[in-house]
């Protein structure tokens, strides 16, 4: 699970970029933190790198690799539509 200090600096999205699984050996579109959706490993990718394929990724012993979700973006592509938080203030 990514860990931050200042929630100031991270902002909620609804975006579907946080929705697709990506497979090892594909090219992802945001730069950001990806994490295994079967151990939960952590790996951080530049938007345009390849999704390191075993043995060079660093899944859990006996882990499928069943895929990579991202779950912090880095970068400014990803939408940060309107949330209830945001509505509110």
Same mark, same amino acid.
């Not at 345009?48 to 043995?55: A, C, K, T």
């Given at each position: 699970?990514? /860990?931050? $200090?200042? @929630? @100031?600096?991270?902002?909620? =999205?609804? =975006?579907? *970029?946080?929705?697709?699984?990506?497979?090892? %050996?594909?090219?992802? $579109?945001?730069? %950001? /933190?990806? *994490?295994?959706?079967?151990? &939960?490993?952590? /790996? *951080?990718?530049?938007? &345009? @790198?390849?999704?390191?394929?075993?043995?060079?990724?660093?899944?859990?012993? &006996?882990?499928?690799? %069943? &895929?990579?979700?991202?779950?912090?973006? !880095?970068?400014?592509?990803?939408? @940060?539509?309107? !949330?209830?938080?945001?509505?509110?203030?």
């Amino acid at each position: 699970m990514a /860990i931050y $200090r200042d @929630r @100031r600096k991270m902002h909620p =999205s609804l =975006s579907k *970029a946080f929705d697709s699984v990506q497979k090892s %050996g594909f090219q992802v $579109r945001y730069s %950001g /933190i990806y *994490a295994c959706i079967e151990c &939960g490993v952590e /790996i *951080a990718l530049s938007a &345009g @790198r390849l999704v390191p394929e075993r043995p060079n990724n660093p899944h859990a012993p &006996g882990c499928p690799d %069943g &895929g990579w979700r991202l779950v912090v973006a !880095t970068s400014a592509p990803v939408e @940060r539509p309107a !949330t209830s938080e945001s509505k509110d203030s």
